[in-house]
């Protein structure tokens, strides 16, 4: 009889081990992608925004086998810990996800901004852009290695990207104020700057559930915002 709990209890372990590893390639493949947008932004290449805008099916298709993953092991009737382990996989992937579409929204705005002549504040965009990916890749390694603190060191981080959000977000509003001709070019920046300030709410998220596997309902710490753009 202990040799068939045993069995049951490694092979319940090994299938939470397969569902860790796949939210964790999901999230470096969002990670990578939206790598690859900043990197056709600056480069200006249609192209390549395309394939990116395309390989954003296959993070799709990843969060559906996590789905399938986790409703596998939920009616095996998990308890507490266990429990928290499949609440966590399904709102993370699903986080993981929408990164992945804001990464490929900022591919397809890339190819609307090459219609106009190059803008000085695309080195602010990249620069709010590479915070976010960091958040990015820092709140995947903090969920594999289920690392409250790594996470919350994620989430407080978060202010920093809002300030940084709402200081490129004012320069493009002077910027079009000034000159009308940039209305165009500088409203896909506002777009692209707040898919990125969105992506960096999803590493927020993903960096609570963290905190929530760990420690289940204990309350987390108060966090500073800083996103001044509606005020």
């Not at 591919?107 to 620069?127: M, Q």
């Not at 994620?154 to 320069?171: I, P, W």
Request: hydrophobic share 40%; net charge negative.
């Amino acid at each position: 009889m202990n040799q068939v709990h045993d069995h049951i209890v490694k092979s319940y372990d090994e299938e939470q081990r397969r569902l860790l590893d796949e939210i964790v390639r999901m999230g470096t493949m969002a990670a990578s992608q939206l790598e690859a947008a900043l990197d056709v932004v600056e480069r200006r290449d249609d192209k390549a925004a395309e394939r990116i805008v395309a390989n954003d099916e296959a993070i799709d298709a990843i969060e559906r086998e996590i789905d399938h993953g986790v409703m596998k092991l939920a009616l095996r009737g998990p308890m507490a810990r266990d429990l928290r382990t499949v609440l966590a996989a399904l709102k993370v992937s699903s986080d993981i996800e929408r990164i992945g579409d804001y990464a490929a929204n900022v591919a397809k705005r890339s190819c609307a901004l090459n219609l106009s002549p190059p803008l000085p504040h695309t080195r602010g965009l990249d620069a709010l852009g590479r915070l976010a990916l960091q958040q990015v890749r820092d709140v995947i390694v903090a969920y594999r290695d289920s690392d409250a603190e790594a996470a919350q060191r994620v989430r407080n981080r978060d202010a920093e990207l809002d300030t940084q959000y709402t200081g490129l977000f004012r320069e493009l509003l002077t910027y079009v104020m000034e000159d009308a001709r940039s209305i165009t070019p500088c409203t896909h920046l506002l777009f692209m700057a707040k898919n990125l300030e969105r992506i960096g709410d999803h590493a927020t998220n993903i960096a609570e559930n963290i905190w929530f596997l760990v420690h289940g309902d204990e309350q987390l710490p108060p966090r500073e915002k800083r996103d001044a753009t509606n005020s």
